[in-house]
């Protein structure tokens, strides 16, 4: 079954304004990443979150982590239109890393 | 300096052939894996290999094998094509034992089955 889900599938946002995506899993994890992926390209690792962590900053990112809830969200702030990619969370288990579905993040300039 | 690189970048064949892709890194790293992102972007792994041994073996049918020659290269062959495995393959790597799992994705190789 699919470890990683995001929520929404698709959004769209005016550039400037914040984007937020949250991930639900199942299991427990070790930790837990964030993944962009530009249109055909390959996926490029943005930030990760250790099981014991509750918030973690980078840059114009945030990401949060509720192990209680097994969620998680990822906030980009003042977004610009080259942030427009699909964002992936995966989660880390045993010996390997599994991703979600991914949310497509339209930013219009 | 191309940390992760995949040739060939697109693949067109008939049903039927064998084809394969090949995959290398230079990041120095331990673990490589292959994945396959279908038409719905959903990203799931197919194999991983620890210094040329395989540790992770996703169900896979076996017309897809994998061969790690050294550690800094893994390729997947790939016998009998079928439609449905018309997808993007990424290759990627990364320290297992390190900090954490974080994955260095190659650029991808789309495959086209006709």
């Known amino acids: 079954s699919q470890q990683g889900e995001e929520d929404p599938q698709a959004l769209s946002i005016q550039e400037g304004e914040n984007a937020t995506m949250n991930c639900s899993y199942k299991?427990?994890?070790?930790?837990l990443q964030w993944y962009r992926q530009n249109s055909g390209r390959g996926l490029v690792h943005l930030i990760l979150?250790?099981?014991?962590?509750r918030e973690k900053h980078s840059g114009r990112l945030r990401v949060t982590l509720d192990t209680s809830k097994k969620s998680s969200s990822l906030l980009i702030t003042a977004s610009r239109a080259a942030d427009t990619a699909s964002y992936f969370c995966?989660?880390?288990?045993?010996?390997?890393?599994?991703f979600g579905t991914g949310t497509k993040l339209q930013v219009i300039p | 300096d191309t940390a992760v690189s995949q040739t060939p970048k697109y693949l067109v064949t008939q049903m039927g052939n064998d084809k394969s892709i090949k995959c290398e890194q230079n990041?120095?790293?331990?673990?490589m894996y292959w994945y396959k992102q279908d038409s719905k972007k959903f990203l799931k792994i197919m194999f991983s290999?620890?210094?040329?041994?395989?540790?992770i073996n996703e169900t896979v049918p076996n017309r897809f094998s994998p061969k790690s020659p050294d550690k800094a290269h893994l390729n997947l062959h790939i016998n009998s094509l079928e439609l449905g495995d018309s997808a993007v393959y990424f290759c990627?790597?990364?320290?297992?034992?390190?900090?954490?799992?974080?994955?260095?994705f190659g650029p991808g190789t789309r495959l086209t089955v006709t």
């Open positions: 990627a790597s990364s320290q297992v034992g390190g900090p954490s799992y974080e994955q260095y």
């Open positions: 979150i250790r099981s014991n962590e």
């Open positions: 290999y620890n210094n040329k041994e395989l540790i």
């Open positions: 990041l120095g790293h331990d673990t």
């Open positions: 995966a989660t880390r288990g045993y010996q390997k890393v599994t």
């Open positions: 299991t427990s994890i070790n930790n």
